[in-house]
C-alpha cells in the first residue's frame, strides 16, 4: 500500500499551535481524512481534503496539496482536551478503503 | 442503542482457540470494516464489506474469517488464535464507497488478548 508518514509525537504548550504534517505518494488517493483518537478511544472524523487548500473548521485546520503528496493539519488556541494522537488516511479505492498514517501523538502541556 | 457496537469489549482467549467480535450498527449502512490497532502501525485494514453478502480482504486478512448476512452485522472470526492477533480491534462503517465523501464512523473497540 501507500506509504504515509506523518511524525510520532509533537508536544506544545496550551493556547499555542501545532502543525501536524502528513507526506504520501502522490498517486493513488483521492482527498485525505484526518481522525483524532483519544487514549482508549475509538478515532472520530476530524476532516476531509478532497480539493487542493485550506479548510477551516472553528480552531481546527486541514490543508491538502494533491501534486505534492502533503497534508497538514493545524490545531490553533490548543487546548488540554486536544491531547490525542491524530491520524491521517487516504481512501485507496472506489471502495472507501482507508489507509492510515501511524498516528502523530500530540501532548499539551499546561 | 443506536450507532456501532462491538461486543465484548475485552476479551482473553488461549493460543489455538476460535474467537468471535460482534459489531453491530444501526444506520444501514452499506459499508463495514474491521481493523486492527498495534502500537507502532496505526490502524491496518482486515476485512471490509460493501454490503450484505459482498466482502473483501485488507491488508492483513491471514488468520481471519468475516460474514455479512444481514446489512447491521459483521461478525469477524479468528479461526485458531496466535498470540500474534493481541490487538485492539476496531468495527467501523461508512455510508458511502465510491471514493467520495465516506467518513467511517467506529465502534469503542475490541481489546483482544491471547495468551
Known amino acids: 500500500g501507500q506509504n504515509i508518514d506523518q511524525p510520532t509525537e509533537m508536544t506544545a504548550t496550551e493556547g499555542a499551535i501545532v502543525q501536524i504534517n502528513c507526506t504520501y505518494q502522490t498517486s493513488g488517493f483521492n482527498g485525505l481524512f484526518w481522525y483524532q483518537q483519544h487514549a482508549g478511544e475509538a478515532p472520530t472524523f476530524l476532516s476531509y481534503?478532497?480539493?487542493?487548500g485550506l479548510e477551516e473548521k472553528g480552531r481546527f485546520s486541514s490543508f491538502l496539496s494533491r501534486s505534492k503528496g502533503y497534508s497538514y493539519l493545524l490545531l490553533k488556541e490548543l487546548q488540554m482536551k486536544d491531547s490525542a494522537s491524530y491520524l491521517c488516511?487516504?481512501?485507496?479505492?472506489?471502495?472507501?478503503?482507508?489507509?492510515f498514517g501511524a498516528g502523530t501523538q500530540v501532548v499539551v502541556t499546561p | 442503542d443506536a450507532g456501532i457496537t462491538q461486543s465484548p469489549r475485552y476479551k482473553i482467549t488461549e493460543t489455538g482457540r476460535q474467537v468471535t467480535l460482534m459489531c453491530h450498527q444501526t444506520w444501514s449502512h452499506s459499508y463495514m470494516f474491521w481493523y486492527r490497532q498495534d502500537l507502532g502501525h496505526g490502524l491496518r485494514l482486515i476485512y471490509y464489506s460493501a454490503a450484505a453478502d459482498i466482502t473483501d480482504k485488507g491488508e492483513v486478512p491471514d488468520g481471519y474469517v468475516v460474514s455479512r448476512s444481514k446489512t447491521e452485522n459483521f461478525p469477524l472470526t479468528l479461526e485458531s488464535a496466535t498470540r500474534s492477533q493481541t490487538s485492539v480491534y476496531f468495527c467501523?462503517?461508512?455510508?458511502?464507497?465510491?471514493?467520495?465523501?465516506?467518513?467511517?464512523?467506529f465502534g469503542p473497540g475490541t481489546r483482544l488478548t491471547v495468551l
Open positions: 467501523a462503517s461508512s455510508e458511502m464507497g465510491g471514493g467520495s465523501y465516506n467518513e467511517q464512523f
Open positions: 481534503n478532497v480539493l487542493d
Open positions: 488516511a487516504g481512501p485507496t479505492d472506489s471502495w472507501g478503503k482507508l489507509q
